[in-house]
């Protein structure tokens, strides 16, 4: 494993406390105003009876989701974060890193409708590797969901290409500390890559500040047929 894709699992480690703090305290605004709501929707509109949840955090969207019936499967890096999953939802909830379910590792004991990843792909090796192995992990007429930062804000900052860019906490506040490099694709790029993975039909769509109209996120939605 690369040292980039190793200090990004590190960091999680070390922030887990933290994360758990600002997820109860709803304490990133583009969530409540937006992101969400925007994934709950994605995810409910496939009616599915399982979600596996991957990066699940401390578990609030398959709190979420457990509220509408369905039934959830939930992995994470992080011990604590699982601890703290399994603790407040009505799940299955396992640690496992993306590296030990794309090496088989980690063995799932059924597939599922639909799997999705919420802003939890940040690196480069780890994320093809895992998109790759996730087609064998839906049922037929299954839906991957990504929910990710909208590329087109890079634009904005005046580098739009694919590679390592420099992290920060700014905003989340002092309690964050190890921030990371992480890997920015651009919507092309994101396509391209999908599409080697074994997802043919790919569906995007951009979530957008319901005031500014800013756009905030974009939302994948991957088919194998
Ligand atoms: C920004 S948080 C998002 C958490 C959750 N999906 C949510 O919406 O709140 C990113 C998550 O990805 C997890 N993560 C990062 N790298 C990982 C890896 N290589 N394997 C498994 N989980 C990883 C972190 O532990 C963290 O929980």
């Known amino acids: 494993m690369s040292n980039k894709e190793t200090s990004i699992i590190s960091s999680w480690l070390t922030n887990a406390a933290a994360w758990i703090d600002i997820i109860s305290r709803q304490g990133i605004a583009s969530r ?4 969400n709501k925007a ?3 994605a995810v409910m ?3 599915p009876k399982s979600v596996l949840d991957l990066g699940c955090g401390e578990g609030w969207l398959c ?3 457990v509220k509408q019936g369905v039934q959830v499967t939930g992995t994470d890096i992080s011990p604590e974060l699982i601890r703290k999953a399994g603790e407040t939802t009505d799940g299955k909830f396992f640690v496992a890193s993306y590296e030990d379910i794309s090496a088989g590792h980690f063995i799932f004991e059924n597939r599922f409708d639909v799997i999705v990843i919420n802003f939890a792909l940040l690196g480069k090796e780890s994320v093809e590797n895992l998109l790759s192995k996730l087609p064998s992990l839906l049922l037929p007429g299954g839906v991957l969901l990504i929910q990710t930062l909208h590329p087109i804000v890079r634009i904005a ?3 739009y290409t694919t590679g390592w860019k420099e992290g920060s906490w700014d905003g989340l506040g002092e309690q964050f ?6 890997y920015f694709r651009t919507l092309e790029d994101w396509l391209d890559l999908l599409v080697k993975s074994g997802f043919s039909a790919v569906q995007h769509t951009t979530v957008s ?3 500014t109209a800013a756009p905030l996120s974009l939302i994948l939605a991957c088919r194998t047929t």
Do not use: S
């Not at 409540?32 to 992101?35: G, H, I, K, S, Y």
């Not at 500390?177 to 992480?182: A, E, G, K, L, R």
């Open 209 to 211: 500040h319901p005031e």
């Open 32 to 35: 409540t105003l937006a992101t």
């Open 45 to 47: 509109e496939q009616h």
């Open 177 to 182: 500390v190890q921030p990371y490099q992480w």
């Open 63 to 65: 709190r979420e989701l």
């Open 157 to 159: 900052m005046g580098d």
């Open 39 to 41: 994934i709950i929707d």
